[in-house]
């Protein structure tokens, strides 16, 4: 399993910014962060108190539509619940997050864009620490597809999601909490379960409890857990922009 | 010494890269929180910890007693008081200059009397397009709040530091936040280090090549400008300008270590012909 390959700050005049490829599912996106801005209007007239999150979606090649504002609808309710609003300077502005489709095959009009949504909220969240948004926790997601024989499969090119009879988005708090259940299809609660102990454990690894009731993770044949993967990818750059500090005597 | 920390938001800081307790009371920079954790048994009082909200590395003052975050280092950068910053002047009115701290943000105020030994009848005339190196006095209050600077101390009357107020002749040259911050942190600490102050050699290395050339002046602002002015460099003043300008960028756009620093400056002041 060839795990997906992301950059921080790829674009210099965002406040924050991150490109993330998805091998599997083909999806390349490009997000950038503006927080704190000023918004205009009196649109913080509702909440005095918290930050304004704003989320656009942004297709490749055609105008947005009705499935943009439906997926951009749940990036943003997911993401309201963890950036922190209400920190210094954040009160009555705004964070706008612009997520760009820029490569893979393109969601047609009216199809379901379960399939990119892990992509995105990656590529959000990896643009939102760019732009050192204060957060509550981190979070990993995944998509997987469950076929008429009952078979799992991560991650589904565009093909395998068309011929899948169920799909299913889900997203993990760093704690291993449950952020985010998004189904399609029809499906049954023990379809839902197995796919849920799979998204744990591509997430976050196998769960090994050890005599101590300690929780390791370990990897397992879903290779790298992704919650790793992106954790690698924040360290490696902080690691290069503080080279001067930590490779300091 | 222990090995760096780098922290994603809600990771806790494990109790061993925290200062060890002194009497002082330990304190958080930003982007750090304290967290209480209530304990099942009701008669122990809840244990604390501190989380961090952003990816950062930490870094912890011993001396302080302190714990801070240091963040992705390219933002835009974002008046905090007590800044020193390079503003310029984009028009005047009766009682204030309408100063551009940076070209994204609405323009800050610098008042007409806020200058050392400013009177009524003696004060700064300043045109549109001149730069002053001033402090952020205060920030104001929620979205769309005035942003103020000051060019003196408001208890003492005096420009403190020094250098404080217009500047004049010399050139800007931009780079980012992050490096800003560094040069400060380099020019703040006069400890004589072999591999200078926060990876940074290069003014000391200019400082040493250009004596000959006259030297020069500098004055770097918080919002990602460097004021340089080689007043006495005569002929080779321009090009000792542009080629600290030349130096600063090129270490901002790559990282380089203190003997790729020096091995910068004197590739660009051969490359320039100026004599060091």
């Known amino acids: 399993m060839v795990g997906p390959t992301a950059s921080l700050t790829p674009l210099s005049r965002a406040d924050g910014s991150a490109s993330y490829q998805c091998p599997s599912t083909g999806s390349n996106i490009l997000g950038s962060v503006n927080a704190p801005i000023e918004l205009p209007g009196r649109r913080d007239a509702l ?71 892990p992509a995105l909220l990656h590529t959000a969240l990896l643009a939102l620490l760019s732009a050192s948004v204060p957060l509550s926790m981190t979070f990993s997601a995944t998509v997987l597809a469950v076929d008429a024989s009952g078979k799992i499969t991560r991650e589904p090119s565009p093909k395998e999601a068309a011929t899948a009879t169920s799909l299913h988005v889900f997203a993990f708090s760093s704690n291993g909490h449950l952020l985010l259940s998004e189904s399609q299809g029809p499906f049954e609660f023990k379809t839902w379960e197995n796919v849920h102990q799979r998204a744990l454990a591509i997430c976050h690894g196998t769960l090994a409890r050890s005599s101590d009731g300690d929780v390791a993770m370990a990897e397992d044949v879903d290779g790298q857990p992704l919650e790793g993967a992106l954790r690698e990818v924040v360290e490696d750059k902080i690691h290069l922009d503080y080279a001067w500090k930590i490779d300091a005597p | 010494m222990v090995s760096p920390l780098i922290l994603l938001p809600g990771d806790e800081i494990p109790s ?33 910890v501190i989380s961090a909200t952003q990816s950062a590395l930490l870094s912890t003052d011993t001396k302080r007693n302190a714990v801070s975050l240091l963040s992705t280092p390219n933002r835009r950068y974002i008046p905090t008081p007590g800044d020193l910053v390079i503003a310029q002047i984009h028009h005047s009115s009766p009682d204030y200059f309408h100063c551009m701290v940076t070209p994204q943000a609405p323009q800050a105020m610098l008042g007409q009397l806020s200058f050392e030994g400013a009177t009524k009848k003696t004060r700064p005339m300043l045109k549109q397009g001149d730069l002053v190196y001033a402090r952020v006095l205060s920030i104001g209050l929620g979205a769309g709040a005035e942003v103020e600077l000051t060019c003196v101390n408001p208890a003492t009357g005096r420009a403190e530091p020094g250098g404080l107020g217009p500047l004049t002749g010399g050139m800007v040259f931009d780079v980012s936040t992050g490096l800003a911050a560094r040069l400060i942190k380099a020019s703040s600490s006069s400890a004589e280090q072999q591999d200078g102050v926060a990876g940074l050699v290069v003014l000391d290395e200019l400082g040493k090549k250009l004596e000959k050339a006259g030297g020069f002046e500098i004055a770097v602002g918080r919002n990602g400008k460097v004021w340089v002015d080689c007043a006495n460099g005569g002929d080779s003043a321009i090009k000792a300008t542009v080629a600290i300008g030349r130096c600063l960028s090129t270490i901002d756009e790559h990282e380089l270590s203190p003997t790729d620093q020096r091995k910068l400056v004197t590739r660009i002041l051969r490359e320039m012909k100026i004599e060091s």
Do not use: W
């Open chain 1, 47 to 117: 909440r005095p108190e918290d930050a304004t999150v704003e989320v656009f979606v942004k297709p490749g090649t055609a105008p947005g539509g009705v499935g943009e504002r439906y997926v951009e609808g749940i990036i943003k309710n997911m993401l309201t619940k963890l950036i922190l609003g209400r920190e210094k300077g954040y009160a009555r502005r705004g964070v706008v997050i612009t997520l760009a489709i820029v490569g893979g095959e393109s969601v047609g009009r009216g199809d379901s864009y379960l399939t990119l949504l």
């Open chain 2, 16 to 48: 061993e890269y925290l200062p060890s307790t002194n009497s002082a009371p330990l304190r958080l920079g930003a982007g750090l929180r304290l967290l209480s954790q209530p304990s099942s048994n009701p008669s122990t009082p809840p244990s604390h």
